[in-house]
Nanobody
Framework: QVQLVESGGGLVQAGGSLRLSCAASGRTISSYTMGWFRQAPGKEREFVAS????????DYAASVKGRFTISRDYAKNTMYLQMSTLKPEDTARYYC???????????????WGQGTQVTVSS
């Protein structure tokens, strides 16, 4: 079993950048397909990005492709989400997740962090 803790959220102006971290403990992140999801008030949790366990293949939602980058640091057992050119519509609580079999579907991830809030002002 793995425990996940997100950090790095905050308030940023439109066009700015943030880097979210997802620190894992209990097991190494190399054992899992990992993903980032986000949820805005009144909306469903949506897929943002993922990195597969075996090949390291990355996948991004169309809304963030070219602006966000997912990465992993095995030495630190941590996953990151580098977010650039942020827009007000990126405002949401961001969650990291592990062990997804169908990488874009939240229900298929077994482990979740508590989330970190990202607010982008216009």
């Amino acid at each position: 079993q793995v425990q996940l803790v997100e950090s790095g959220g905050g308030l940023v102006q439109a066009g700015g950048s943030l880097r979210l971290s997802c620190a894992a403990s209990g097991r190494t992140i190399s054992s899992y397909t990992m993903g980032w999801f986000r949820q805005a008030p009144g909306k469903e949790r949506e897929f943002v990005a993922s990195v597969s366990r075996s090949s390291g293949t990355t996948d991004y939602a169309a809304s963030v492709k070219g602006r966000f980058t997912i990465s992993r640091d095995y030495a630190k057992n941590t996953m990151y989400l580098q977010m650039s050119t942020l827009k007000p519509e990126d405002t949401a609580r961001y969650y990291c997740a592990a062990n997804g079999n169908v990488i874009r579907t939240a229900l298929n991830y077994d482990y979740w962090g508590q989330g970190t809030q990202v607010t982008v002002s216009s």
